[in-house]
Antibody, heavy 117, light 107 residues
Framework: VPLVQSGAEVKKPGASVRISCKGS????????LHWVRQAPGQGLEWMGF????????TYAQKFRDRVIMTRDTPASTVYMELTSLRSDDAAVYYC???????????WGQGTQVTVSS | DIQMTQSPLSLSASVGDRVTITCQAS??????LNWFQQKPGKAPKLLIY???NLETGVPSRFSGSGSGTHFTFTISSLQPEDIATYFC?????????FGQGTRLEIK
């Protein structure tokens, strides 16, 4: 399940960022798409997922007020928007696909988000 | 939230050494645990799933064991290409959580 993410972003504090993750048409609708981020030199942090059909999302409590995950099934693309960016949102954001509520071995290449005034 | 505590957080070993990393869950997670390897600038790579099953294509020097709250990841004979950070990941309950990571270096 190759996943290709959009390019690096530089945002100001308070702004929003929207990252895309494109998969292959033949398998895309079978997978949950999770988002995981990694701050510089830090560990992995799960943000949430969107269901295979795109009709439901589950977000980590920490991000519930600021994250929106959407799915464009015909385009085999999912989007993750994070609003009200802060300096500690600077991280590499990964999309990752699995067939359930777990992280598996299908990852995008990562998208670097820099938050700086 | 289920907390995953890895130890050690860093480890230096020689080529050919046996290396062991542990992961302790804050509550019983049965065998719902994966181990990942991450090299600098790369996405994590799944090595072990369901605590003890080797992912297809992963060398047999990697292994995992454990259930409940205590888990072990082992490299039977360390190779230079194993230099990376290793993470455990529980999927028994949402939110999904990870250990802090163990940075493995060659002595």
């Amino acid at each position: 399940v190759p996943l290709v993410q959009s390019g690096a972003e530089v945002k100001k504090p308070g702004a929003s960022v929207r990252i895309s993750c494109k998969g292959s048409r033949s398998t895309f609708t079978s997978f949950y798409l999770h988002w995981v981020r990694q701050a510089p030199g830090q560990g992995l942090e799960w943000m949430g997922f969107i269901s295979p059909t795109g009709d439901s999302t589950t977000y980590a409590q920490k991000f519930r007020d600021r994250v929106i995950m959407t799915r464009d099934t015909p385009a085999s693309t999912v989007y993750m928007e994070l609003t009200s960016l802060r300096s500690d949102d600077a991280a590499v954001y990964y999309c990752t696909a699995s067939s359930g509520y777990y992280i598996s071995d299908y990852w995008g290449q990562g998208t670097q988000v820099t938050v700086s005034s | 939230d289920i907390q995953m505590t890895q130890s050690p957080l860093s480890l230096s070993a020689s080529v050919g050494d046996r290396v062991t990393i542990t992961c302790q869950a804050s509550q019983d997670i049965s065998n719902y645990l994966n181990w990942f390897q991450q090299k600098p600038g790369k996405a994590p790579k799944l090595l072990i799933y369901d605590a003890s099953n080797l992912e297809t294509g992963v060398p047999s020097r990697f292994s995992g064991s454990g259930s409940g709250t205590h888990f072990t990841f082992t490299i039977s004979s360390l190779q230079p290409e194993d230099i990376a950070t290793y993470f455990c990941h529980q999927y028994d309950n949402l939110p999904l959580t990870f250990g802090q990571g163990t940075r493995l270096e060659i002595k």
